[in-house]
C-alpha cells in the first residue's frame, strides 16, 4: 500500500463535541496530520461528559478524536493568537464548530486567515446556512427536528421522532469532510484556498430528500407503499411519518421472531420485493398467494400489506432472527435482523475488516470504537487513541512551528497555553 491517502495535509482543527471532530477524526484516518486546538484546563467540553471511568477521558471523546494530536491555546491571549497565526501558516486547512460569529470574535476572520495563507481552506459546521435562523446554536436533535427527519419518523399516530444514528452531527461532518476533500482537489488546480459550509440542517435534509420526494408526490395521488393507504387513512398535505415501511418502492416492515417481544431486539426487517414474491409465498406456507388474482401482482397487494405482513410474522415468530436470515438468504429474499449494539460490539467479522476496533488508552484503559467505514485498498488505515489534553504541545511549538526553546518557555510564561489561575476564590 502507498502509505496513507492524506498524508502530507495539514489539519488546524478548531473542532468540539461531535459534528466537527467526526470530520476531523475522518480527515485523520486518512493520513492527515490532525492538530487539535484546545482550551486549556478544559479542552473538548466532551472529555468530561458522560464520564464512565473517572478521571479519565469520556468514551464521547475518545471515540470521536482517535489519530489527532492536542495543543492548548487561549485563542483570545496575545501570545495565544500568535501561535494560532503560525500554525495558519503551516497548515492547509482549518476546521470549526463554534457557535455563528465565535471564529470572528477570535479574530479568524476570512480575511485575516487569507491573507496570512490564501492557501488555507476553511471548513465550517453552521446548525442553519444563512437566513432567519443562522445565529442560533445547534445540537443534534434541533438538526433533525429542523431538517425534515423528526417529522417523517416514527408512528402516524405518535408524536414526531428523533433517531439514533446521528445524522445531525456526524452525518454533517461527514459532508463536511467531502467538502474538504473537494476543495482541495480544487486547490491543486486553482492554488487558492476557499470556505467550505456545511449547514447541519442542509446535511439532515440530504439525507432525508426521499420525503421531499414523497411530498411532491403527494401532489398526485396518496402514497401507496404507505400503510396507511392499505388503512384507508387519507394523507394530509405533508409527508407522514411512516412507522417501519419500507421507503423504497418495495413494501417491508419490522417484523417479530421468536423471542419478541420480551427479548426487545428479536425482529427482522423484512420487504416483499415484487421479484421473489413466489419464493416469499413458498417460505411462509401460502402456496396459493403467488396466482391469485388479489395476492399475485404487487398493485394488487398494496392495499393487503397489513394482512399479508401479519401473515409472514405468524412464520418468522417460528424462527429466531438468524435463523430466518439464513432461511430467506437462500432465496435471496431481502431481510435484515435488528441486532443490539452488544450484538454488533461482539460480531468477530465487523473485528476482522476493522469497523469495530479495541484501542488501548492510558488512562481508561481497553475500550472500543468505531474504526474507518471507509476502506480504501490503497492506502493504510490504522486506528490510534485519543490524544491526552495538551498532549502535543511542545511537540507542535517545536517540529511544526520551528519555536526554540527559550521562545517555548516565553510563550508558555506568558499563560496563552495554559489554564487562568481560578480567581474567584481570591475575591
Ligand atoms: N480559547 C479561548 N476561547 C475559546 C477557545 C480557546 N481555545 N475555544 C473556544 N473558545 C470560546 C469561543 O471563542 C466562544 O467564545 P465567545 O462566545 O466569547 O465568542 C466560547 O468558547 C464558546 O464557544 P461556542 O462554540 O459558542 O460553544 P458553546 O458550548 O456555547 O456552544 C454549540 C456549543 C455546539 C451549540 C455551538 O458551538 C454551535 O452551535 N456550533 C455550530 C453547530 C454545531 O456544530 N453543533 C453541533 C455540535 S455537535
Known sequence: MDGKALQGVRILDFTHVQSGPTCTQLLAWFGADVIKVERPGVGDITRGQLVDVKGADSLYFTMLNHNKRSITIDSKHPQGKRVLDELIKKCDVLVENFAPGALDRMGLTWEHIHKLNPRMIVASVKGFGPGPYEDCKVYENVAQCTGGSASTTGFRDGPPLVTGAQIGDSGTGLHLALGIVTALYQRTRTGRGQKVLCAMQDGVLNLARVKLRDQ?????????????????????????????????????????????????????????????????CDVIGEPGWKTDPEFATPKARLPKLNQIFARIEEWTMTKTKFEAMEILNKFDIPCGPILSMKELAEDQSLRKTGTVVEVDHPTRGKYLSVGNPIKLSDSISEVKRSPLLGEHTDEILSDVLGFKAAEIADIKNSGALSAPEKKEKAA
Open 216 to 280: 411532491q408526490r403527494l401532489k398526485h395521488g396518496p402514497l401507496t407503499e404507505y400503510s396507511q393507504y392499505g388503512e384507508g387513512i387519507p394523507f394530509g398535505d405533508a409527508t407522514p411519518r411512516a412507522g417501519n415501511d419500507s421507503g423504497g418502492g418495495q413494501p417491508g416492515r419490522i417484523l417479530k421472531c421468536k423471542g419478541a417481544p420480551e427479548d426487545p431486539n428479536a425482529y427482522i426487517y423484512f420487504i416483499t420485493q415484487a421479484p421473489v414474491w413466489g419464493e416469499i
